[in-house]
């Protein structure tokens, strides 16, 4: 089944995010595109800011080969960016991968990406490969492309649902297990207790959400 999520990178984490230093109010966001061996994410826009020669904002950035200004109207600019290829970041394992890109947006804050894969698999093979790299990318959200309407998500944290996610992936809920609680710790830099505290939690969270819209469906 399709499956929609949503990663978070720290924001110096990605090829355009020093410009927060020079520019820390302003909004990045990436135009849609599907993935091309050729061409990755040629056009970005640039929002919350007036500036003289904003390309020059952009220079000695890591992963990126030129950038030139394309229109700009008041506070906003569109650019065209040609990417170093070669760099390891989020776009390169988006290309690597064939996962299309649904939207980018980045503050000072963090990058936000949400993806889309044919399958849960596609995205978990994206997650993986971002960890291979040492990308540090946070799963925030995962859902079926039509999701039934729960209150589960909401009950979750996001740290909660990302080790519930890597649990699930890795093979810990199979019988018999795949991975131990030690290595699912390792691979998020927790400790065995952090790890267990997390899975114990958003276990008991998804459970009572269930239950609790069961008991609601036989009244």
């Keep these: 089944m399709a499956t929609e999520a949503t990663f978070t990178v720290p924001s110096d984490q990605f090829p355009l995010g020093t410009v927060f230093t020079q520019l820390p109010d302003v909004t990045v966001e990436l135009e849609r595109l599907i993935p091309s061996r050729d061409v990755v ?9 007036e500036v003289e020669g904003v390309e020059g904002e952009f220079s000695d950035h890591p992963g990126v080969k ?15 960016v040609e990417w170093l ?7 390169s394992v988006l290309t690597e991968t064939d996962i299309p890109l649904i939207k980018a947006t980045g503050t000072n804050q963090q990058w936000t990406f949400d993806i889309r894969g044919d399958t849960r698999s596609d995205v978990a093979t994206f997650h993986s490969r971002c960890r ?3 990308i540090p990318v946070t799963l925030t959200e995962l859902h079926a492309l039509t999701p039934v309407e ?17 649990a699930y992936e890795r ?15 390792d691979e998020l830099g927790i400790s ?25 469906s036989n009244r």
């Design 150 to 166: 729960t209150g589960t998500e909401a009950a979750l944290t996001d740290t909660q649902q990302e080790a519930l996610v890597l």
């Design 132 to 134: 291979e790299l040492d």
């Design 192 to 216: 065995q207790q952090a790890i267990a505290s997390r899975l114990r939690r958003g276990t008991k969270h998804i459970l009572g959400s269930t239950l609790s819209e069961t008991d609601k």
């Design 41 to 49: 994410i040629p056009y970005f826009w640039v929002r919350g800011t």
């Design 66 to 80: 030129q950038i030139q200004l394309v229109d700009s109207v008041e506070d906003e600019y569109l650019l065209r």
């Design 85 to 91: 290829l070669e760099y390891d970041d989020v776009l």
């Design 171 to 185: 093979g810990y809920f199979e019988s018999p297990r795949e991975v131990t609680m030690e290595e699912l710790g």
